[in-house]
């Protein structure tokens, strides 16, 4: 448990309150509760409801001390709380160890609590890590008085899919409850009744759906919460615990990982101050059983006819080099193709798409992979939409610039300005802290967008409309009411890149404010496959491909003669230009075709291909049409760094052995070896100290970008502009195997306000479709939201976007009752359609 937040850093002598803790005389700031002055001399006080990241309430009464003066010459005349009690000059206070008044006041609580609490210490998941358990020990009495028959419920009760509640157990200490309003803003849980009936309940008509539930698992002091996933599958001492980061989000939460006979039985917040404190998102802490199932690669797979059967690795490492060697070769082209690529410029003939999921050494084997042993710059791991202004932005303002905008600077900013980013579905963790700061700090939070979301509401964040497309402009004309200063903070996601012009205009306003200017991208490896140069604009550490001194830099560094000089392929021109011939071979790590913004060109660009290599770790649709499959470690089996978005390094470690199986950087070691152009790096290790040799790029800045904003459409009648992005908990392959988890996803709905809904009744089903195709969701009127707009989530169970619609925000699409044909206006003139 966290003991205080460097309480007494920058404190001066003038804020420093003196007491006296059981004779020991100690300092610390004016405002401090006597539990964390104790705990400053080494002194622990029992605790049940205290948690130093919740604001205190003094449920449980078990921390009770004797204070024979308070400061003001005159003692409190009974036991007094020392999880409520602020601390005063000249303040005695006497605790367990001294006083025989505290130490019984606190062995009488322990026996209330202990009157109705059952005897499950034997199956209950919390014991041998229980507060209950230990505290009875060290400070309870050595047997029971009581002689009556205990109080019962019928368990477990099921808050939600993931957590249940032995109401039973509950000692009523309102950590949950606390953590629910408090932390995360959601206040579906509460105490109800009262006195002897007392207990946690949800309201019946708001299920406990919450991104950050398992953390009230986690803080519950005696196993009244358990998580559905992980009851009765293990005991803590039969666990071994490992230190470790998390692969889903930019966050950077540090988690602990319990893993036992080789397999990982759950998952806990870490305790990191800077980063994710003491808390999690349910993503991180639940969703780590995709790739552990049936359809896991073990072995290498090489295609015989239509069909990939299991080889050996020599087997399998020689025909990918034939492979690759035949796609690189010039070969003769019909009449046809030479007619249509003729106007087209030429460009290398294979492409490396490692996917944004990567620890920074296995980018940084991917890029030196692409340019030492293919001899090409076609490289990307944007595996989502993207453009070539992000491109452009990305090597200006987020390549090789080390540790920029923290968490810290979130937290103590005036102001923060959302761009093309939600918080709480996009990093939950920076959510949190923008939660924080506004509740203790009065941070103001503005976001540029069509809606004020859930998550935004529980911010107090002050909508900025924007229809999607145009927040260039409005990052050009911001209202008066969003004062940005040194203090203040813009942070862009990943989808501001869609639209044009908006990350232009953001450099430009941070640049013009004095702001500090962040990017947040969704997946864990984005940053550092950044910074490792898997872009086709970008070597490692910012380096410009354009920039001559800079390729002189790697190619020093690497050991070669030539760098190719010119700028390669963005994913989608790789697509393309498969399609058209110009590319024959790929090299495919973990990317989902669903993901692009259309995954049929993803999938007919694989068909095309010549000759495709994948590197997974489990059967997909890239598999699927690949010629050669290697699998590869899990995040468990393997080390390495991820790069959060602070650009803070993450260390990951090695748990859990990796049979028949290598990690990317391994794998792609052995294919440059056989192609006779050896990577000179084996290990992370080796490539982490190149990569750390090489070192970030201090030489001319890569150009900024200078891309215009959008013109305004208007959709016509029957349309709409689209906005969406990706909920926390979605169809992401990555959630697989985690059915309670999937089962607190939230309904996908279609979202419009009142003008445009014209008077259709919440629940209606809604047709929203594009040339591409159509889905159908349910109406939820939102009031504030821009009209003319409609949201649906970006990914939704049986409701892609992608796949569906092959749209992306700022689109335009037609908007229809779904009992009427689409083309019948009509008929659907109650949706705006």
Same mark, same amino acid.
């Given at each position: ?328 070769? =010039? *070969?003769?082209? +019909?009449? !046809? &193709? #030479?007619?249509?690529? $003729? ?6 003939? %294979? ?31 944007? =595996? *989502?939409?993207? +453009?070539? !202004? &992000? #491109?452009?932005?990305? $090597? ?6 080390? %540790? ?430």
């Amino acid at each position: 448990m966290t003991v205080s937040e460097n309480a007494q850093a920058g404190v001066e002598k003038a804020d420093l309150v003196t007491l006296t803790v059981d004779g020991i005389e100690v300092s610390v700031p004016k405002g401090t509760l006597v539990i964390r002055a104790a705990e400053q001399v080494g002194i622990a006080i029992p605790r049940f409801c205290d948690h130093p990241l919740l604001e205190p309430v003094g449920a449980c009464r078990q921390c009770l001390v004797e204070v024979p003066d308070a400061g003001n010459g005159r003692g409190m005349p009974k036991p007094q709380a020392s999880c409520t009690l602020e601390v005063a000059p000249g303040m005695q206070v006497q605790t367990q160890v001294t006083s025989p008044v505290a130490d019984k006041a606190q062995k009488g609580m322990l026996e209330f609590l202990l009157i109705n609490h059952p005897l499950d210490c034997p199956i209950c998941d919390k014991g041998g890590e229980c507060p209950l358990q230990n505290q009875s020990l060290s400070h309870g009495a050595g047997e029971s008085r009581y002689q009556g028959v205990k109080r019962t419920f019928p368990k477990p009760i099921n808050i939600s899919a993931q957590v249940l509640l032995d109401r039973d157990r509950c000692v009523l200490c309102a950590r949950c409850t606390r953590f629910s309003a408090q932390i995360a803003g959601d206040p579906f849980i509460a105490l109800v009744e009262r006195g002897a009936l007392q207990q946690v309940g949800i309201y019946e008509k708001e299920p406990f759906e919450s991104y950050f539930s398992g953390n009230t698992i986690q803080i519950c002091p005696v196993g009244a919460l358990t998580s559905s996933a992980y009851r009765f599958r293990a005991r803590p001492f039969d666990l071994l615990s490992t230190t470790s980061a998390c692969e889903h989000c930019a966050a950077g939460c540090e988690l602990r990982v319990d893993h036992r006979r080789g397999t990982v039985m759950r998952r806990l917040a870490g305790n990191d101050p800077e980063v994710n404190e003491e808390w999690n998102c349910d993503k991180g802490r639940f969703a780590f059983m995709s790739a552990r199932g049936d359809d896991r690669v073990t072995r290498p797979l090489v295609r015989d006819g239509d069909v990939l059967r299991p080889a050996s690795w020599p087997e399998a490492i020689d025909v990918a080099v034939r492979g690759l060697r035949a796609a690189a070769e =010039s *070969r003769e082209v +019909t009449e !046809e &193709e #030479a007619t249509t690529s $003729a106007a087209l410029p030429e460009v290398s003939p %294979l492409a490396v798409l490692p996917g944004g999921r990567l620890m920074l050494e296995d980018a940084y084997a991917y890029a030196k992979f692409a340019r030492t042993v293919l001899g090409t710059n076609n490289i990307d791991h944007r =595996s *989502r939409p993207h +453009t070539a !202004e &992000e #491109a452009e932005f990305l $090597a200006h303002a987020v390549a090789g610039t080390g %540790l920029g905008a923290t968490y810290a600077d979130l937290e103590n900013a005036g102001s923060v300005l959302l761009v093309g980013f939600e918080p709480e579905d996009e990093s939950p963790i920076v959510f949190l802290r923008l939660r924080k700061a506004m509740r203790k700090k009065g941070l103001k939070v503005f976001t540029v967008g069509a809606q004020v979301s859930y998550g935004s509401a529980k911010m107090s964040a002050t909508l900025v409309p924007a229809v999607p497309g145009t927040e260039a402009s409005v990052l050009q004309n911001l209202p008066d009411e969003v004062e940005l200063d040194g203090r203040s903070v813009v942070l862009v996601g990943e989808r501001a890149g869609l639209a044009p012009g908006t990350l232009t205009a953001a450099l430009a306003l941070a640049e013009r404010t004095g702001a500090k200017l962040a990017w947040v991208p969704r997946r864990a490896g984005e940053r550092g496959a950044v910074d490792a140069g898997t872009l086709p604009n970008l070597l490692p550490g910012g380096r410009p491909v354009s920039e001559a001194l800079a390729r002189v830099d790697v190619q020093a560094a690497w050991g070669i003669q030539n760098v190719p000089t010119e700028p390669g392929l963005a994913a989608d021109e790789i697509f393309a230009a498969t399609l058209d011939g110009r590319i024959r071979g790929l090299v495919v790590g973990g990317l989902e075709p669903a993901d692009f913004q259309r995954p049929d060109a993803v999938l007919a660009a694989l068909e095309a291909a010549e000759f495709v290599v994948s590197l997974e770790t489990r059967l997909s649709e890239v598999t699927e049409r690949a010629d050669v499959v290697f699998p590869v470690s899990l995040i468990e089996e393997r080390t390495g760094t991820f790069v959060n978005w602070e650009g803070r390094e993450r260390p990951l470690a090695q748990y859990l052995g990796a049979q028949h199986v290598m990690s990317d950087l391994r794998v792609l070691a052995a294919l440059a070896d056989a192609m006779g152009a050896p990577l000179g790096i084996r290990t992370s290790a080796e490539a982490k100290a190149e990569f750390d040799e090489i070192g970030a790029w201090d030489g001319a800045r890569a150009a900024r970008p200078q891309q215009g904003g959008a013109i305004a459409v208007e959709p016509d009648q029957g349309q709409a502009i689209l906005a969406s992005w990706r909920e926390l908990i979605d169809d992401s392959r990555g959630n697989d195997g985690e059915e309670a988890l999937l089962a607190t996803a939230r309904t996908p709905v279609v979202r419009m306000n009142a003008a445009m809904a014209n008077g259709i009744a919440d629940g209606t089903p809604i047709r929203i479709s594009t040339d591409h195709g159509e889905l159908i969701l349910p109406l939820a009127v939102t009031e504030a939201m821009v009209d003319r707009v409609v949201w649906v989530p970006g990914a939704a169970r049986d409701a892609r976007v992608s796949t569906t619609l092959g749209a992306v925000p700022g689109d335009i699409v037609n908007v229809a009752l779904a009992e009427t044909a689409p083309d019948t206006p009509d008929e659907s003139e109650g949706a705006e359609a």
